[in-house]
């Protein structure tokens, strides 16, 4: 019978009294902010909460729109923001019922966005990502009931899996048994892409997978193994054709260009080294690519260099030392930088990002004043998204001064915030409670 209600509410709401199908796009539509319920027994929610460090599947029912799965399963999830206050979810759609999907979806995030003050870090640098073509989550925000009761915004977060990876690169690749090799990076130290020898088991402790889970761990980890080893020896003049038998090293260059542009303290080359991403190897060539993950920690330095802390990974101080690489490097800078200040209309000359940043900061600041967990106030919230409004608006700049400072070794390291153009803003709207 649950299967039977899904069918039917998958393929039918109503609205206004007119039938239409629900689609993912919908779901996925951040120029709305959507309400997502989810009736869960009273003392699971408590239990779940009080037990925010456990992975444990609680069932519940989950609704948005009109289309209601009956007996998902919601755990909590995250790392550093993890909370039993605001609790992140992951809500799993066949938990308890193989095979039941939501609007196409097998699990969809619930991100709490607990280290954000403003919500919107993440899902505008995901949307940079998307512009510039890289494969990255969809993402929207949502106010969510639990039992009726409002628990506070949250950023809707697709799921990385077979199914988001048939979406981004064929039917073929997302195959169950057909496809290729997601993995899902775990920073359970800092590590810089070092060779850490023969053993697999080093590496299957950080890259954990996510399809093909059940595979030998030869299977999984003997050609990461191979990339790794060779990353750290194969010989300078050697060294794009022989890692790129194993990494697509263009579309690397273009994946750090994006995360360096957008500011990213927590990424590839983060502060505490590599950290959130997942990486896919392909079935058709082996090869693999990088996909972008929990980037929260975007959009809040201006004038953070376009080369920090690019020498101590292993595979990007070698990779920067190719020509055509480090072309890749700085044409993709130019690219984000030229979205960024693409303008808007002729009554709204902003660049995209400035104009992005407002757009989503002002659609859900109404929903942040009424949110009984957020952790902020109101006037760090508005302080916040000044400060994102002051990236979007000079990092173009800044990083158009680096990428010419880059080739000049005697330029001093600072002589970029010199172009900074900060100043009030003016006519500039910034979100209010």
């Known amino acids: 019978m649950t299967r039977l209600l899904f069918t039917v509410a998958t393929a039918y709401c109503l609205s206004s009294g007119v039938a239409r199908a629900s689609t993912q796009e919908e779901f996925f539509n951040d120029t709305a902010i959507h309400e997502v319920h989810l009736a869960v027994n009273a003392r699971d929610w408590q239990a779940l909460k009080e037990h925010d460090d456990e992975n444990t599947y609680y069932p519940a029912d989950v609704t948005w729109n009109d289309v209601t799965v009956r007996n998902v399963g919601i755990r909590s999830r995250g790392k550093g923001t993890r909370n039993g206050v605001k609790p992140g979810l992951r809500v799993d759609i066949n938990r308890y019922i193989s095979n039941l999907q939501f609007l196409g979806l097998k699990a969809f995030i619930l991100d709490n966005a607990f280290s954000d003050s403003t919500l919107v870090r993440e899902s505008v640098t995901m949307k940079m990502f998307a512009r510039m073509n890289v494969a990255a989550p969809r993402e929207a925000h949502a106010r969510l009931y639990v039992n009726n009761e409002y628990v506070g915004v949250y950023v809707i977060v697709e799921s990385l899996d077979n199914l988001f990876i048939g979406r981004v690169f064929g039917p073929r690749e997302g195959g169950v048994e057909s496809g290729g090799y997601l993995f899902e ?16 088991r080093a590496y299957a402790a950080m890259f954990r997978p996510q399809t093909h889970d059940t595979d030998a761990l030869v299977v999984l ?24 038998q194993y990494l697509d090293l263009h579309q690397f260059m273009e994946y750090l260009g994006i995360e360096t542009f957008m500011g990213e303290f927590d990424g590839f080359v983060g502060y505490n080294a590599m950290n959130n991403f997942y990486l896919y190897r392909f079935r058709a060539d082996g090869r693999s690519q990088l996909i972008p993950w929990d980037k929260d920690a975007a959009m809040q330095g201006v004038d953070v260099p376009v080369t920090a802390r690019m020498e101590d990974n292993v595979l990007v101080r070698r990779a920067l030392t190719i020509p055509e690489l480090r072309a890749t490097f700085v044409d993709t800078l130019a690219e984000c930088t030229a979205i960024a200040a693409e303008p808007g209309s002729p009554d709204d000359p902003r660049g995209w990002l400035v104009r992005e940043i407002d757009r989503q900061a002002s659609q859900i600041a109404a929903s942040i004043a009424d ?22 608006r000079n990092r173009p700049t800044y990083v158009t001064c680096e990428v010419a400072r880059m080739d000049d070794p005697s330029s001093p390291e600072d002589g970029c915030a010199a172009v900074l153009n900060r100043q009030d803003f003016g006519d500039v709207r910034i979100p209010e409670f």
């Open 185 to 200: 990076y775990e920073h359970i130290s800092d590590y810089d892409m070092t060779y850490l020898g023969s053993d697999l």
């Open 371 to 392: 949110d009984p967990v957020y952790p902020y106030d109101q006037e760090q919230f508005t302080r916040d998204v000044a400060t994102e409004l002051d990236f979007g």
């Open 221 to 244: 980890y003997d050609a990461i193994e191979e990339l790794v080893r060779t990353i750290n020896e194969a010989p300078d003049e050697d060294f794009a054709a022989a890692v790129g």
